[in-house]
């Protein structure tokens, strides 16, 4: 049984943290593409698991899967959230689609036991996988960084009200920044904007990598607060596209909404390595929260 964690095997301290270990996954002796997996608590918001984090376990198992064919990086996923995933056990099944010269595509099953000991799947994705250290230097963008004041001079989650702490646990394995402007909601004054932005990096200093940029794509308070719609608003589809790896320091994370209609809105993502550098970009759909 090998044990796969989101960096090479060369790197003790990064198997330390506690992201590494929130998406490590085990490859079960004699099944190649069957891996085991414990989604911890500790990555909860509401009563289930973030869905950053549960894409990026499963992007973690196809960086397993075709690491050896030198194609280690996720460049795009989408996944399609079928039920609430849950704290505990869960099994994932990789399958190969292509593999090919420069990239390789494959799907992942997340699945978790139920009551009775059926299996019921959570999560089923899609995704293309190459060497994002091998891709053309060249970048032409219209895209700039978001506005926003430095870390120290915007609202850290330890400000929020206690009962939102407790519902999201995930809030303690971040360092969040939330820019000033996006937090009136906090107030009971949402601006109606839908936009929430703001600084993100990991708790005990991991530094980002692909795989993080999977999980900062979903890691900031749904933009349905700032339309004054708080509660869950669950993931239907999210699909993240990864641009480049990020140099190391803090993400600029940028999340925004422009139409909300039917009970469903999109959430668009921006994330921004310390060197300004537009690294991911993601788009899922989820169904908003009723409002009070």
């Known amino acids: 049984m090998s044990v796969c964690v989101s ?3 060369q790197s003790h301290e990064l198997t330390e943290s506690e992201f590494d270990r929130g998406i490590a996954v ?11 997996a414990s989604l911890d608590a500790g ?6 698991i973030n869905g950053g984090l549960l894409l990026a376990v499963a992007g973690n198992a196809l960086r397993h899967t075709f690491v050896e064919d030198e194609h280690p990086d996720p460049i795009s996923i989408s996944a399609y959230y079928l039920s609430a995933s849950r704290s ?3 099994s994932l099944r990789t399958d190969v689609l292509r593999r090919g010269r420069s990239m390789s595509t494959g799907s992942v099953s997340l699945s978790q036991s139920a009551d009775g000991g059926s299996q019921v799947e959570r999560l089923r994705a899609l995704a293309t996988y190459g ?7 060249d970048v032409h963008t219209t895209a700039v960084p978001p506005a926003m004041p430095p870390p120290d001079e915007c609202v850290g989650t330890d400000l929020a009200p206690p009962d939102f702490r407790a519902s999201a646990t995930l809030l303690d394995r971040f360092e969040l920044r939330l820019d000033p402007t996006c937090v009136g909601w906090a107030m009971g004054k949402p601006s109606g904007r839908g936009v929430i932005q703001g600084w993100l990096k990991l708790a005990d200093g991991r530094e980002p990598d692909p795989l993080m940029l999977l999980l900062a ?4 308070p749904p933009v349905t607060f700032d339309l004054g719609l708080p509660g869950w608003a669950p993931t239907l589809e999210l699909t993240a596209h990864v641009r480049a790896k990020p140099a190391p320091g803090w993400l600029q994370v940028v999340h925004s909404t422009r139409n909300h209609a039917g009970g469903f809105l999109e959430e668009d ?5 310390s060197s300004g550098r537009l690294v991911a970009q993601s788009r ?3 169904r908003a929260p009723r409002p009070r």
């Open 26 to 36: 085990l490859e079960r002796e004699g099944q190649p593409g069957l891996y085991d």
């Open 217 to 220: 794509v979903d890691a900031l």
């Open 43 to 48: 990555w909860k918001v509401g009563a289930g």
């Open 88 to 90: 505990g056990p869960a």
């Open 269 to 273: 993502a921006e994330v921004w390595d």
């Open 7 to 9: 960096t090479t095997e």
């Open 131 to 137: 060497d994002l250290d091998a891709l053309p230097d």
């Open 284 to 286: 899922q759909l989820a």
